[in-house]
C-alpha cells in the first residue's frame, strides 16, 4: 500500500451483531499496521473524555512512539494497531480518539508471529464491547474494547501503515431484514 490508507464506506448503520472482516497480507518487513473505525461527524453523545488505561504491557516510547500514524479523522471510535519489535514479539494497541488520542490498552500478542502469511481480523459489535478475532470466531475473543464513540455512528474503515495489500474487506449484517424497516440504510 501507498502512504494513503485503504478505505472502505460501510454501506449502512452497524448494529450489535454486525460483523467487519478485514483479510490482508502484511509486508515481510512490518513494524506496525492498524484498522480504524471511524465516525465522519461529532457524536452527539460522549460516555466519557477517556477510556481507562488498563495495560499488563509496560509503555514504552520505544514501542509505539516512532510507529505514530498522522491520521486525519477527528472521531476513531476504534483503532486496532499491531506493533512489531525487533526481537520478533509484537503488541497490540486499542484506544480510541475524540479529537485527541485516549488511554491505550495494550496486550503482548501471540497472533500475528508469522508476518508471511496472510491475515484474516473480524471486528463484532457487541452491545458494549468490540470483539476482535484473529482468522476465525470459533473461540473466544482475541481481544475486546469497550465502546466509547456511539456504534451506529460508525461509518469507514481503515487500513493503515505496512500492508502489502488488503485481499477482502466484508460487512456481515446479523438482522439484515429486521433492521431494513427501521431506516437503518445509509
Not at 502489502?164 to 427501521?182: G, H, I, P, W
Request: aromatic share 12%; charged share 25%.
Amino acid at each position: 500500500m501507498n502512504d494513503r490508507p485503504f478505505q472502505a464506506q460501510i454501506p449502512r448503520k452497524p448494529a450489535v451483531g454486525d460483523e467487519v472482516i478485514v483479510k490482508g497480507m502484511l509486508k515481510p518487513d512490518a513494524r506496525v499496521f492498524s484498522v480504524n473505525l471511524i465516525l465522519p461527524q461529532p457524536p452527539p453523545i460522549q460516555k466519557s473524555l477517556s477510556a481507562p488505561s488498563e495495560s499488563p504491557v509496560k509503555s514504552s516510547s520505544k514501542c509505539c512512539a516512532s510507529f505514530q500514524t498522522s491520521h486525519s479523522w477527528p472521531y476513531i471510535a476504534y483503532h486496532f494497531k499491531v506493533v512489531f519489535n525487533d526481537d520478533g514479539s509484537s503488541i497490540v494497541v486499542q484506544n480510541w480518539k475524540n479529537v485527541v488520542w485516549q488511554n491505550e490498552k495494550r496486550t503482548l500478542s501471540h497472533n500475528f508471529e508469522d508476518r508471511t502469511k496472510p491475515f484474516t481480523l473480524i471486528f463484532r459489535f457487541h452491545h458494549d464491547t468490540i470483539r476482535v478475532f484473529v482468522d476465525h470466531t470459533h473461540h473466544t475473543p482475541d481481544y475486546e474494547f469497550e465502546y466509547q464513540l456511539p456504534l451506529e455512528r460508525i461509518r469507514t474503515v481503515e487500513v493503515w501503515d505496512d500492508v502489502l495489500y488488503v485481499e477482502e474487506v466484508t460487512f456481515r449484517f446479523k438482522n439484515a431484514a429486521d433492521r431494513s424497516q427501521d431506516g437503518a440504510s445509509m
